[in-house]
């Protein structure tokens, strides 16, 4: 289980391997996403809180990367944090997410992005329930959920 000290390092010091790369030309990248994916996880954009499709959603499944389809999050640590986007405790895989800090808006923060495509995808934080500690607020618009088949 990941906790802040696992998040911090990989800012720092490197992020772990990812299973594949996916890289695709910026044409590539608008020619598949809506306007709005795009701004998000291309352009690092932030869609506004309350807003995203997948904010108040539990249905059972995998939240997938909107890009490139790799699995980021499970269900099972999907949680109500209140600040309007879907928000978890883990990734799916320790290599599915990639780490760097951001100092955006005069603020220091870490950025998550997927780990295969590099797209942008929120922002982790340490102040999410425990046993982790860390509350991943993503963006809607950076995934998809592929619910499962009963």
């Known amino acids: 289980m990941l906790n802040w000290k696992n998040v911090i390092d990989f800012a720092v010091n490197g992020n772990p391997n990812p299973d594949r790369?996916?890289?695709k030309t910026e044409a590539e990248w608008?020619?598949?996403?809506?306007?709005?994916?795009?701004?998000?996880?291309?352009?690092?954009?932030?869609?506004r809180p309350h807003s995203g499709a997948l904010c108040s959603v539990y249905d059972s499944g995998k939240y997938n990367c909107v890009c490139c389809d790799?699995?980021?999050?499970?269900?099972?640590?999907?949680?109500?944090?209140?600040?309007?986007?879907?928000?978890?405790?883990?990734?799916?895989?320790?290599?599915?997410?990639?780490?760097e800090r951001d100092t955006s808006y005069g603020m220091v923060r870490v950025e998550v992005m997927c780990n295969t495509c590099d797209a942008h995808l929120g922002h982790v934080f340490p102040d999410g329930p425990e046993p982790s500690g860390l509350r991943y607020c993503i963006n809607s618009e950076s995934m998809t959920l592929e619910t499962e088949v009963a």
């Open 21 to 23: 790369r996916v890289a």
């Open 30 to 47: 608008k020619a598949q996403l809506t306007p709005e994916q795009y701004r998000i996880t291309r352009e690092k954009g932030t869609e």
């Open 70 to 99: 790799t699995p980021l999050f499970d269900s099972t640590i999907k949680f109500s944090s209140g600040t309007g986007w879907p928000s978890f405790t883990q990734p799916i895989k320790a290599n599915a997410i990639k780490y």
